[in-house]
Nanobody, 122 residues
């Protein structure tokens, strides 16, 4: 069982930056692929970024490539999402998730956090 707790969301102006954090419980954090997803009002949840357990490989949605960076610190059981050049269309609830195998870009993750709101004002 893994518990995930996101933090770092908030209100920011377009063009600004935020860094989200996701703290995980458990002793095997480095064995999990970690992902970030988001869901805007009235829309389906969508993939944002993912990172392998070692941190060597990352994946990004086209809509955030070049603006967002996913990273992890396995010593701290934490994964991060650095979001730069934010746009109004990035407004959503952001969720982190954990899985042990499979396609990192689909939504079939085992564990999910409760989400953190990101609002970008234009």
């Amino acid at each position: 069982q893994v518990q995930l707790v996101e933090s770092g969301g908030g209100l920011v102006q377009a063009g600004g930056s935020l860094r989200l954090s996701c703290a995980a419980s458990g002793r095997t954090f480095s064995s999990y692929v970690m992902g970030w997803f988001r869901q805007a009002p009235g829309k389906e949840r969508e993939f944002v970024a993912a990172i392998t357990g070692s941190g060597r490989t990352t994946y990004y949605a086209d809509s955030v490539k070049g603006r967002f960076t996913i990273s992890r610190d396995n010593a701290k059981n934490t994964v991060y999402l650095q979001m730069n050049s934010l746009k109004s269309e990035d407004t959503a609830v952001y969720y982190c998730a954990a899985r042990t195998y499979g396609n990192p870009t689909n939504g079939e993750y085992l564990y999910w956090g409760q989400g953190t709101q990101v609002t970008v004002s234009s």
